[in-house]
């Protein structure tokens, strides 16, 4: 049996300290890993269940950090408090079982001094606030694969009142809406999903209704933004929210979301929770992320588009927006998921790509010109065919 590992420093963040763009691995300062064969196999869709749940010290004195750990211990899963900030009992007898032990771990902490200090999310929103770094599905597209640092235990933020308490210093200080002709109705906004799923861990932390409970109170033009891959909106639906939260779900065409989104909600399951959240009066949106010219790409995404009117037809005041995504990637984004993903179908083929960089120095391959332009060209046409009342926030 290899020794233990060096203990994993649950404080410290799990993606590298550079601010992405949502869905984009252009600005990422990619750590060069080998992982073959460390993901492990798409499973159904269900509530993450971790089996390893820690706590440190620290994250124990809030408030919040207390509340997670009795939310967690009521679903009958053990609370391990740290004596430290360091954990421990990772290493397994292969790299595979330790990157499996380490996506099954959940732990609840501080958030770090980086994450406090905010930065803009351009073209999403005019500022990133984490509440949680970390998440179960198994995208085999994953733009954050290139970006994380060290084992991906998933940590979830114990000083939630602190992290909301400081948002109001950033107020009318953005750029990408609060001073926006174009996306000034929407006032500055906070995106709170870009390292993680809201939806799969809420009914482990409540974290995020309290942020909608936060913004709603909040007597400014604001609105709190996330997205997501899975359905489960219950505790959302009823919840007062003023109109200041826009939940967007990532959706894809069937041959990309059946066989590349491990462990999400079908996309079926996500409209229907669209219109949940619509029809109870929250502005809604989607990603359509990532966009691939797969063999009849316009036919299959055509059957969404057409799913996605069905699922908002007859919907009052519906408030519906689009971020339109293409798909793009790096060298170590790659060489990264081509280990997690082995036998993936995912293309990444430099030699049908354009080559590009980011605001790092990094490079990025993504769709040719004329590719990019007949895209785009067909999703401006068809949204406003399709939905014409939807309002494209953004394409990239």
Known sequence: MRPEAEPVDVDEPLAVDVPPAPH?????????????????????????????????PAALEHPHGRRIADRVEALGIEVERL??????????????????????????????????????????????????????????????????????????????????????????????????????????TFEASCYTDPLALEHLTGSWRRAVEHFAGWDAPVQLRWTTKYADVDTFVGLPHAGRTRVRFSVNCRPVSERMEGGTAPVPHRLAALRRLALDGYPVGLTVAPIMPLPGWREHYGELLDAVADAVAGVPDLDLTAEL????????????????????????????RSRKYGRFGAVKYVYPRQTMAELRSWFDRELAARLPACRVLYWT
């Open 325 to 352: 995504i293409t798909h793009r990637f790096t060298p170590g984004s790659k060489e990264v998921l081509l280990g997690w993903y082995p036998r993936t179908r995912l293309e990444m083929d430099e030699s049908a």
């Open 83 to 188: 004596r430290a900030n360091r954990l421990s009992g990772l290493r397994g007898e292969t790299e595979r079982e330790t990157y499996a032990r380490a996506k099954a771990t959940m732990a609840i902490v501080v958030s770090p001094p980086s994450r406090r200090k905010l930065q803009p999310i351009a073209p999403s929103a005019d500022w990133r606030v984490d509440l949680a770094e970390g998440c179960p599905a198994h995208c085999q597209y994953c733009y954050l694969a290139g970006s994380l640092s060290g084992p991906p235990v998933t940590r979830v933020y114990a000083d939630l009142d602190d992290i909301l308490a400081g948002l109001a210093d950033y107020a009318g200080r953005g750029t990408v809406t609060s001073r926006n002709a174009g996306r000034a109705a929407e006032g500055t």
């Open 24 to 56: 984009d691995a252009s600005g990422e300062r990619v750590p060069i890993r080998h992982l073959a064969g460390l993901a492990p196999a798409a499973r159904p869709a269900r509530r993450w269940t971790p089996r390893r749940v820690v706590a440190t």
